[in-house]
């Protein structure tokens, strides 16, 4: 994985994935006590940055393997980025969603034209699911985050941080990055790396799903006790990936760990503040940005806003007990 | 009022003013029956495109004039915007805002370091206190559209949304703006008149404060009977401006017409769709575009969302009643 992967993935992406915008608000600098800056790719295509990930990942792939169609499991975010990139090149895509996914990403992954196949997470292996679909129909299976042109589809975030902050004045930054399995962050960090060598990527998770902050603090590969569980399903991951994890063991850390709580209480000032809806798990690194502060050095954060997926009630929960006004 | 005028204010308000995305949702455009593009001025700075015009008409003063500080009357966009473009150029900024404006607008201007006096709209004439206090204490009135610096700030969003429809290979569409006392859809119109002459402006307005929507089709300026009510605080205006109307009588038309209800529906819309937060009167656009498509004509619309100051009660009820999932 170098820089010269994620140049060439922004080529393929560009005029499809949306350079989302770097907000602000001074509401916000004043909780954190520093400049925050806001990267919303909860307004990339289909409501989370994965769709750069997808896109790039078919985009890559030899045309007669792509015409075969593709599989993914994912949550939700993944799913609905490989549907809507799929769609784009008119291929057929297969997506195992865990039956307790938010609704909104099912549906909406149904709607983007993709078969979904729900599994239970407690009884049902989605790998072992996955595999066999895709031998029986020969399709190309699209990971969620340990893939080479996934990395770097999400690392076309982190160019357009680096240009957006540049432009402000800010070469200078602590990067929070909601992360999961790491694609995101691993990407985003190849891309400061070369690009704005002054920032530092640090990966924020939810409480019990803090394998990234234990695996770069034990220096090897934990995993989360829990499967599943916890408001932030878009980043609830077992544990960081092969590819991703050595990435972020070289230029990303420490870890940044907040509660349900906090990710509320962020979804709340991201709609009060910056008009952004935000979903749990892309909320987590805002709320670090904010209630963590002291964990945090320099004057200016940048921060993701990775998705806003969420459903209505679990929206509208988090206003009622965390909001203002 | 001229193009050039606009492409002043433009060079003046660079490194300021936010270029807010052009954005949009398949899933909008199957309840539209056409591609819907949405210009996301809930993400300008304060929340509304309101400080486009602010700046454009602060920075437009002479230094001195300047320095002497302004005054403003609005409901609250307004407002916060001259609060913002005051608070940046160090000067004092007195707002005249009726005393049942929303909470948060009457809370952020005060946080922007502005005066806010507030006023019973039903008993006290607002610019007999706003006279007096400018009088008083030397303040320049920055009026809220019915003057030319405003205008071509607002006009600036003119120049984007022609440029960004552009760059998608929109040069044709109506082009529907939430509509109040005129500015941003004259100034709108004014930019797209030169840069997209394939474009059409729609003025949209709430049902009952359909004011331009008549004087429009009868030709002459009509006021509106009510005052105040409604939900759509920010663009409840008695009558086009002075200014304003010739340019939109020239330009724009017919007017669009939304109730409160369908108002919501494009709130629960911009929420589910785009992860934006609208207010009421920031939404009418939005519902123009997605539930009266019979009196739309063409591909393509493009509507401005053009604030997102809405109190955490209104947005909650909005989405329990009209959301979906």
């Known amino acids: 994985m170098d820089i010269q992967r994620i140049q060439a993935a922004a080529e393929r992406l560009k005029g499809h994935a949306r350079v989302t915008p770097l907000l602000s608000s001074p509401f916000l600098d004043e909780i954190a006590g520093r400049r925050v800056l806001v990267k919303a790719e909860c307004l990339q295509h289909t409501g989370s940055f994965k769709y750069r990930g997808a896109r790039s990942a078919l985009s890559a792939l030899p045309e007669a393997q792509r015409m075969s169609g593709v599989i993914a499991y994912s949550s939700g975010n993944h799913a609905q980025g490989v549907a809507l990139a ?110 704005a060598p002054g920032m530092r990527v640090r990966p924020a998770e939810p409480e019990n799903f803090d394998d990234v902050a234990r695996s770069l603090a034990s220096g090897r590969i934990e995993r989360n006790a829990a499967s599943a569980g916890g408001l932030c399903d878009a980043i609830v991951t077992p544990q960081p990936g092969n590819l991703t994890f050595p990435i972020m063991q070289r230029l990303c ?66 206003l009622e007990q965390f909001g203002e006004g």
């Not at 670090?288 to 050095?297: F, K, N």
């Open 86 to 195: 799929a769609q784009q090149f008119g291929v057929s895509a297969v997506i195992i969603m865990p039956s307790d996914a938010p609704k909104m990403k099912i549906d909406n992954t149904r709607a983007l034209g993709a078969e979904v196949v729900l599994y239970d997470r407690a009884t049902e292996d989605r790998d072992a699911i996955g595999s066999r679909i895709a031998e029986d129909r020969g399709l190309t299976l699209i990971k969620p985050f340990d893939e080479p042109e996934v990395i770097a589809g999400q690392g076309t975030c982190g160019l357009e941080i680096a240009a957006q902050a540049a432009e402000m004045g800010v070469t200078e930054a602590e990067v929070i990055v909601c992360c999961g399995g790491g694609g995101l962050t691993s990407g985003i960090a190849l891309a400061l790396e070369s690009k």
């Open 253 to 318: 850390g420490p870890g940044l760990v907040v509660t349900d709580d906090e990710a509320q209480m962020a979804m709340a000032q991201a709609f009060a503040r910056l008009k952004l809806v935000a979903e749990p798990g892309g909320a987590v690194a805002l709320a670090a940005a904010l209630y963590h502060g002291d964990q945090i050095e320099g004057d200016t954060v940048i921060v993701t806003i990775s998705g806003g997926n969420v459903d209505r009630p679990v929206f509208l929960r988090a």
